[in-house]
């Protein structure tokens, strides 16, 4: 990750001029920072050899395919499979979310699209996401933890072109 000069900005000029999204440099890298502390308080921890993995998987699961995501900037030739579905189960818990005070909580057509956006745009592994709409858990996931009124029709063949597959 790309550390700021300063730890935070308090010029108004400055933090009225954030080009994208709400949050300056400084105020993105304090967000992302708990991907460091899960990975030091993971690695710090006595996993059986069967789960040794658990800290590498969880502190890669920010990562996008085409090298933009944190914190170590990996493609998708450096990132496993359960590495992979994190990936795609973080973004998915994150878009339905409904208990975080900045955000409404999404659809199941609305995450749905957006994630079958970031699959196109080389964030999250096609193959996976076509597996996680055929396989029908995210409406498993969605009658177990969404409220009602979140779950919507999804057009699951109109996706599965989005992410190469038919």
């Known amino acids: 990750m790309d550390v700021p000069d300063y730890a935070f900005n308090y ?38 050899r069967e789960l040794r993995r658990v800290p590498t998987w969880a502190g890669n699961h920010h990562e996008k395919l085409d ?15 359960p590495e992979r579905i994190m990936a795609i ?14 955000k409404k909580a999404k659809t199941l057509s609305e995450s749905i699209r957006i994630m079958s956006f970031m699959c196109r745009d080389g964030h999250i592994c096609p193959d996976l996401f ?15 933890f969404l409220s009602p009124e ?8 109109q996706y599965l072109g989005a992410a190469g597959q038919t």
């Not at 090298?67 to 499979?81: E, F, N, Q, V, W």
């Not at 979140?150 to 063949?157: E, F, W």
């Open 11 to 48: 010029g108004e000029l400055y933090n009225l001029s954030v080009a994208r999204g709400t949050l300056s440099d400084e105020e993105r890298f304090k967000v992302n920072e708990h991907i460091i502390q899960t990975i030091v308080l993971l690695n710090q921890l006595p996993f059986p």
């Open 67 to 81: 090298g933009t995501g944190y914190p170590r900037r990996l493609t998708g030739a450096d990132l496993s499979i």
């Open 89 to 102: 189960a973080d973004i998915f818990e994150a878009l339905t979310a409904s208990d975080r005070p900045y």
């Open 130 to 144: 076509a597996l996680f709409l055929r396989s029908g858990v995210y409406l498993d996931y969605a009658r177990a």
């Open 150 to 157: 979140q779950i919507d029709a999804v057009d699951v063949a």
